[in-house]
C-alpha cells in the first residue's frame, strides 16, 4: 500500500510541476474565454451585417411597403430599368444579388417562378429572409383571391400559452427543459474530455517510461499491478487539480467582471416594473426550478461517474501504453477505445434530449461503457433510483474486470521490446 502510495505523489508531483502543466492551467481559462468573446463578436458582427438586394417585380403583385428596410435586409427597386439592365447594375455594385419576380398568369406560378441572381452564393438568412417575404404577401393575394376576409382571420387568430405546474399546485417554466439539456450535455461533454485528454496522457507516460527503460528499474520493487494503478489514480489527481483551478479562476474572473461593470444581482438592484418584467418572461419561474433541482446529488452522481468512468477508459489506456513500443503503434487500438465515447455522446445529443426515458436513452445509460455520458444527460430530467444504482454497479463491476484485463496485459507488455502488437497478440496475453 505504501509503494501505492509513493507511485500516485510521484505521478502527481511529476505533472502538476511541469512548466506546461502550470502554464495551461492558468492559460486555459483566459483562452477559452477569449474564444467565447470572439465568437460572440463575430456572430454578432455577421447578423448586424446589412445586405442590400435589388429587385424586379413585373408581376405588379408588391409595392414598395411590401419590401420593408430591415435590420438585415434592405431593397433596392430596379422594376422601371428591366430584368436585364438591373443585372448589370448589381454586376457592377455591391448588392448581395438581384431578386426577379416574373408576371404569371396565376399566383402559384408566380410562386414557382421566382429567381434569384447573384455573383457569389448567397447567404442563407437572406435568402430565408427573402422566402419569407414572398410567402407572406403571396398569401395575402391568394386569400384575396378565395374571397377570404383577412381581418376576421386575423381576429380568428388565438395564442395559446400553456402554464405549467406539478400536481402540488407549483407552477413550473417551460424553458426549465432547455436548462437540464444545457446541463446533461455539459456534464456528458466534460467526462468525454477528461477521459480522452487524461486517459491519453496515462499512455503517454507509460510509453515513455517503457522506451527510456526505466521500467526495467520500478517493475523490480513495484508490481506492475501497483505501477500501473497508480499511474492512473496520480493523473486522475493531477487533471481534478486543475479542473479546481480553472473553476476558481472562471469565478474570479466572473466576480472582477462583475464589479467592473457594474453588474449587481442582488433584488435591491430592480426596480418593482423589472421585477414585474421578469415575471412576466418566467425569468423568476426559470431560477425556482433549477434551485428546485436535486442539485447536490446531481454533484454526487456526476463525481462518482465522472472516477468511475475515467479509471475505466484510463485502464485500457495504460494496457496500450504497456503493449506498444512507440505513440504512432498505438492507432490501431484507439477507434475501439473512442467509438464507445462517440456512440455515448452521439445518443445523449440525438436521443436523450428528445426522449430521456426511452428504451435506447435508457438502455445505453446502463452499458458500463457509455453510461457515463448518457446517464449524467439523463439524471437532469430525474432517474428513478434504481437505475442509477444498477448503472453504478455495472460500471463499477466492468472497471474491475477491464482492471484484472488490462493488468495482465500491462505485466507482460510492459517488458516486451521491438514487437509490433496485434490484436491476436493481446488475446495470448490474456490467456497467459
Do not use: C
Request: proline share 3%.
Amino acid at each position: 500500500m505504501n509503494k501505492l502510495k509513493l507511485i500516485i505523489k510521484r505521478e502527481y508531483l511529476a505533472k502538476v510541476r511541469n512548466k506546461t502543466f502550470i502554464i495551461m492551467t492558468f492559460l486555459s481559462p483566459l483562452l477559452m474565454i477569449g474564444m467565447i468573446a470572439l465568437v460572440f463578436l463575430l456572430t454578432k458582427s455577421s447578423m448586424e451585417k446589412t445586405t442590400t438586394v435589388a429587385y424586379v417585380d413585373e408581376s405588379g403583385l408588391f409595392s414598395a411597403d411590401d419590401f420593408t428596410d430591415g435590420k438585415t435586409l434592405q431593397f433596392e427597386n430596379l422594376t422601371e430599368v428591366g430584368l436585364e439592365k438591373a443585372k448589370i447594375i448589381v454586376e457592377e455594385t455591391s448588392h448581395e444579388g438581384l431578386l426577379y419576380i416574373p408576371k404569371k398568369d396565376s399566383i402559384n406560378e408566380v410562386a414557382n417562378s421566382i429567381e434569384f441572381f447573384s455573383l457569389e452564393t448567397p447567404s442563407m438568412v437572406a435568402i430565408s429572409g427573402l422566402e419569407s417575404i414572398l410567402e407572406r404577401k403571396l398569401h395575402k393575394e391568394k386569400m384575396i383571391q378565395l374571397h377570404i376576409d383577412l381581418d376576421k382571420l386575423e381576429k380568428a387568430k388565438i395564442n395559446v400559452d400553456i402554464k405549467m405546474s406539478n400536481f402540488s399546485g407549483e407552477r413550473s417554466s417551460k424553458m426549465i427543459n432547455g436548462i437540464k439539456i444545457g446541463i446533461g450535455m455539459a456534464a456528458g461533454y466534460l467526462i468525454m474530455m477528461f477521459i480522452l485528454i487524461y486517459g491519453a496522457m496515462v499512455m503517454r507516460s507509460v510509453i515513455e517510461e517503457k522506451t527510456s527503460r526505466i521500467i526495467e528499474v520500478i517493475i523490480s520493487s513495484v508490481k506492475p499491478f501497483q505501477l500501473m494503478l497508480g499511474k492512473i489514480i496520480g493523473t486522475a489527481a493531477a487533471g481534478l487539480t486543475q479542473f479546481l483551478i480553472w473553476a476558481i479562476v472562471m469565478l474570479i474572473i466572473s466576480v472582477i467582471s462583475s464589479m467592473v461593470f457594474g453588474v449587481n444581482m442582488g433584488p435591491s438592484a430592480m426596480s418593482t416594473q423589472q421585477m414585474e418584467q421578469l415575471a412576466q418572461n418566467d425569468t423568476q419561474f426559470i431560477m425556482t426550478e433549477l434551485f428546485n433541482l436535486p442539485l447536490i446529488s446531481m454533484f454526487i452522481y456526476f463525481i462518482l461517474y465522472f472516477l468511475l468512468g475515467y479509471l475505466l477508459y484510463s485502464s485500457i489506456y495504460a494496457a496500450i501504453g504497456a503493449a506498444v513500443d512507440n505513440e504512432t503503434d498505438t492507432q490501431q487500438f484507439m477507434l475501439p477505445v473512442m467509438l464507445p465515447l462517440m456512440i455515448g455522446v452521439y445518443v445523449g445529443f440525438a436521443t436523450v434530449i428528445n426522449d430521456p426515458h426511452g428504451t435506447i436513452a435508457t438502455v445505453f445509460s446502463m452499458i458500463p461503457f457509455t453510461s457515463p455520458i448518457v446517464m449524467l444527460m439523463r439524471i437532469p430530467f430525474g432517474v428513478p433510483w434504481w437505475q442509477i444504482t444498477l448503472s453504478l454497479f455495472l460500471l463499477l463491476i466492468t472497471f474491475l474486470l477491464v482492471v484484472w484485463f488490462a493488468a495482465k496485459i500491462y505485466r507482460i507488455g510492459i517488458l516486451m521490446y521491438g514487437k509490433k502488437i496485434n490484436y491476436k497478440e493481446l488475446y495470448k496475453w490474456l490467456k497467459y
